[in-house]
């Protein structure tokens, strides 16, 4: 029987990796949605039984499977314990000690970074002998240069389009030998040879992981289409014409990511009271009444309640947009008693609460900072989702909330095209409301949409959500999602390794 391709994916965050991978399946180190992301691809594809490792730096300070005050025996113990697992954890004291992943300082930043690379590129990389390489995101856009060199197959996932720089003599110092790949590296300028631009011509991390790597994906189709096509103005021209050079030979594709298992009604441990689609109706109706009740809000199981749960961030997510129209919306609903729950934190968060004061709407707006639990309670008990971003890569709580029956109201871009199709109840087709105008009125007259959903007969609304919620439940999951990498696996192994 042949023997299964062995898949090492390289990232620098997951919140959770199954228990029967290694002892320290207990590992949990998130700083946004590739932590989420990275595990429930890890897991499924486990699951499925593939031979799949994980390199992952060592962040003793945040995940619990190690004490810092840990005696150095009893780490060295762990350590060789894991060297005949799937877990592999990176060893350098850049992230022992860190509070969080990412510091915001970028020189701290581009030194974890480069020593967690370093590490899986001298010893992971040698001890694993994966077939294939999955790196993800601009802490790993070195690794597929490498991979290049030894001509192992390297996928390089595209989750933000952040990135660093650094010059060959800073990734040289941290002990990585960047002079064996550096003809694979992407510089910010055309490089005459290794030793002239070794010290100056600095390398961008994430347009070097998609010249180097074998294939590239987004998490989205449509995002890709968007780069490739020019369609967001703040994408470095370099990562462009990469992509356009992957895309155009057939080497990159959008692959949707999916939520959590655990984001689902009827098992959420979080949430009040469970359901799913035959009895939605009468427990969301219950869920709300308990999260007006916690969050001071009026009680009534009749209020039309909209949920904000992404991050206060006005260049993507589009809470400026909500500011505008927050006491507009309310006003012109006060009738049907309508609600706003946000769950979020960030820079918009005091616009929010300001709006909330000099308005006296303190009964009928809940602004508060992000909490999970607080989360997967409200996504339980509204009726609708905000999701304006002027770009999104793929977003997940669109489709969180067709999975609770709470209906996305969202931009056409990214991956909410990928996800949402605009509501057609005489054709018992369509999952949610979309804008294409991003501004405050395209946004208001998709919020005017849902109303008019919300005011239909009550019978016809619970049989098109009980239909949303059966439909999501089967379009949004990591079996999916993880065939589809699989699937891109296998398609990476047949293709001839050109040098």
């Known amino acids: ?89 990176a060893a350098d004291r850049a992230f ?25 590129i ?31 197959p390297c996928l390089f996932t595209i989750h933000n389009i952040h990135t660093m720089t650094s010059t060959m003599a800073q990734i040289e110092d941290r002990g990585i030998d960047a002079a064996s790949f550096w003809q694979w590296l ?28 074998h294939y590239v994906n987004t998490v989205s189709p449509t995002f890709l289409t968007e780069i490739v096509e020019n369609r967001h103005p703040f994408v470095e021209a370099c990562l462009k014409n990469e992509l356009s050079h ?4 057939g080497c990159a594709v959008g692959i949707l990511n999916a939520p959590e298992p655990e984001f689902n009604p009827a098992v959420d441990e979080m ?11 009468k427990e969301k109706c219950q869920n709300k009444q308990y999260l007006q009740k916690i969050l001071d809000l009026e009680q009534d199981e009749n209020a039309v309640m909209f949920f904000w749960p992404s991050r206060l961030d006005p ?12 006491y507009d919306i309310v006003s012109q609903y006060w009738d049907a008693n309508l609600q706003i729950i946000s769950v979020a934190s960030g820079e918009y968060l005091k616009h929010f609460h300001d709006i909330v004061r000099i308005h006296g709407l303190g009964h009928r707006i809940a602004i508060c900072g992000f909490n999970e639990g607080l989360s997967h309670q409200a996504f339980a008990a509204s009726d609708f989702v905000f999701m304006p971003s002027s770009f999104e890569p793929c977003g997940l709580p669109q489709m969180v909330g067709a999975i609770y029956g709470t209906l996305p109201i969202v931009h056409d871009t990214g991956g909410l095209h990928d996800t949402i199709r605009q509501l057609d109840h005489p054709g018992d087709t369509g999952n949610g409301f979309l804008f294409n105008s991003h501004d405050a009125n395209g946004f208001k007259w998709a919020i005017d949409q849902a109303m008019k959903f919300y005011f239909l007969d009550s019978d016809l609304k619970e049989r098109q959500i009980k239909r949303i919620m059966i439909e999501s439940v089967l379009e949004f999951n990591h079996s999916r999602c993880a065939e589809s990498y699989i699937n891109l696996y296998g398609k990476m192994l047949k293709r001839p390794f050109l040098v």
């Open 186 to 213: 992407y510089f910010n300028s055309p490089p005459i040879n290794y030793e002239e631009s070794r010290g100056w011509n600095r390398v961008d991390f994430v347009s070097s992981g998609v010249f180097a790597a």
């Open 96 to 120: 022992y000690y860190l509070d969080n992943i990412y510091s915001g300082y970028s020189d701290k930043d581009l030194k974890v970074s480069l020593a967690f690379q370093r590490e899986v």
């Open 1 to 89: 029987m042949a023997r299964k391709p062995r898949i090492l994916i390289v990232t620098p965050e997951v919140t959770y990796l199954p228990e029967d991978m290694g002892k320290s399946s207990n590992y949990s180190a998130k700083a946004g949605g590739l932590a989420d992301v990275s595990a429930a691809l890890i897991s499924a594809l486990f699951d499925l039984g593939c031979d799949v490792h994980v390199a992952l730096p060592d962040y003793r300070s945040i995940f619990d499977g190690y004490s810092t005050t840990m005696h150095n025996r009893e780490l060295e113990k762990i350590r060789k314990r894991l060297d005949e697992e799937r877990i592999h954890l």
């Open 246 to 249: 992957k895309y155009y030979a």
């Open 122 to 152: 001298n010893n992971i990389i040698p001890r694993v002998k994966p077939d294939i390489i999955h790196c993800n995101d601009w802490m790993t856009g070195l690794i597929p240069a490498m991979a290049r060199y030894l001509e192992i």
């Open 315 to 326: 260049v993507q997510k589009g809470c400026q947009l909500l500011a505008q129209i927050m």
């Open 271 to 281: 949430i009040r009271y469970n359901f799913g689609p035959k009895n939605h109706r």
